[in-house]
């Protein structure tokens, strides 16, 4: 039989050997453990990325440009002060016969001999024969008057009221006389006054209009005019349609467009020489606001083309401002969308209007915050409008939370972590 060949019997392990595979298998699992717990807590602690909102608005609010409604007639001006750029000038800007808007001149020239503080009357004017005589000279001369009685008196309110409401020639000679002892002293004050305002297109010769001589621009008279509206007393008393005052009685405003169109100012003339002219203020409504608008038309042929002409001009102006509405609450200017698929809005926090003149732009500026997370309303950011140098800005809010992405999209993508 052949011999059988046994096999060699299996090797004993020894105790290091053991240890060492035993040692390698729990170091191994315990890498694992410890990577898998480094990659979770590095998941958690990771800043999530930063969202940049993609923003949608206009940069420039631009309305159409106003189309003046001019006279057809002579020479005209119109403004509002409060707009810059909102002035326009028609016709010839040479100096030219103003008739009766002298008075305005000299009502201004008396309050700077005698001013007059907030409403107050002022001092006492005491009439005599003397001021009876000038009554009768300015009506042999065909000028505009109101009646005087010798030993009568006036507040000098008063006295430049019975002056600007009737244009009346005799108040006028009177108040200069005396606020500056004579006719003569006052023009040489008068046109001292007018040089110093850098109103160089305009001269008086006479108190009241009356001469030719008497003459201004519409540059210059627009001038005048804020004067005028600037002084509390003198826009008080030209915006009265009637008054009734010591000695003269019940004197009418001879600018017949008083409250018409808010029409609320300031003096009438008309010559031979200067045709029918008005010096004109109102308040018109633009939307919810109110806008001051001074103005002056020379040269009409009558009263009536002189009303046509002033209403038609102050319409077309009412018309070239435009109520904006640049921002309304809740309004989206744009919108957050994260990797992890949270979004919201950015809305407008507030409204904010404006009231532009023609086509006037209002520049828009936009400034948005990177977003991680946040909360409804949580600001964001802000939209700042911006017309003739002044800037108001809107703040910009969440229009809903943005949460964070949260532990499940965290571990599932450790590539969209970091900032």
């Not at 409504?285 to 002189?306: C, I, N, Q, S």
Request: with cysteine.
């Amino acid at each position: 039989m052949p011999q059988q060949v046994l096999a060699d019997p299996p090797r004993s392990v020894n105790r290091k050997q053991v240890y060492r595979r035993r040692r390698i298998v729990v170091f191994g699992i315990g890498g694992v453990l410890l990577l898998a717990l480094l990659y979770v807590f590095g998941s958690i602690i990771t800043p999530v990325p930063a969202t940049a909102a993609v923003t949608q608005h206009e940069t420039s609010l631009t309305q159409a440009a106003a189309k003046l409604d001019w006279p057809g007639y002579g020479s005209a001006a119109i403004t509002a002060p409060d707009y810059p750029g909102a002035t326009e000038y028609h016709g010839s800007d040479a100096s030219m016969p103003i008739a009766s808007m002298t008075k305005t001149i000299t009502a201004l020239v008396v309050l700077q001999a005698k001013p007059l503080d907030g409403n107050a009357d002022g001092p006492t004017l005491s009439f005599t024969q003397k001021d009876v005589d000038i009554w009768n000279q300015v009506i042999a001369a065909g000028g505009s008057w109101a009646p005087v009685k010798a030993g009568t008196s006036m507040t000098e309110k008063q006295a430049l009221t019975a002056m600007l409401l009737p244009s009346a020639n005799n108040y006028a000679i009177s108040l200069v006389n005396w606020a500056y002892g004579s006719t003569s002293a006052y023009l040489k004050a008068a046109n001292s006054w007018l040089a110093s305002k850098g109103f160089t297109g305009t001269k008086v010769v006479t108190p009241d209009g009356l001469d030719p001589g008497n003459v201004s621009t519409t540059k210059d008279l627009i001038g005048i005019g804020k004067l005028v509206l600037a002084s509390p007393a003198l826009s008080a008393i030209v915006s009265q349609k009637s008054a009734t005052l010591p000695g003269a009685g019940a004197q009418d405003n001879t600018n017949a467009l008083l409250g018409v169109d808010g029409v609320d100012g300031i003096k009438t003339g008309n010559t031979d020489q200067a045709g029918f002219c008005l010096l004109f203020s109102a308040e018109v409504p633009v939307g919810t606001e109110k806008v001051r608008v001074l103005g002056v038309v020379l040269g009409a042929a009558d009263h009536d083309t002189l009303w046509a002409g002033v209403s038609g001009l102050l319409t077309s102006m009412q018309a070239g401002f435009h109520e904006v509405t640049a921002a309304t609450t809740g309004q989206v200017f744009g919108s957050y969308t994260t990797k992890w698929g949270a979004a919201s809005n950015v809305v407008a926090t507030s409204g904010q209007s404006f009231v532009v003149w023609s086509d006037t732009p209002i520049t828009v500026d936009l400034t948005t915050q990177r977003l991680q997370s946040g909360f409804k309303g949580d600001i964001v950011g802000h939209v700042t409008f911006t017309v003739n140098g002044a800037a108001k800005t809107v703040d910009l809010a969440l229009a809903k939370d943005v949460p964070d992405p949260g532990f499940g999209w965290r571990l599932a993508h450790p590539g969209g972590l970091g900032v």
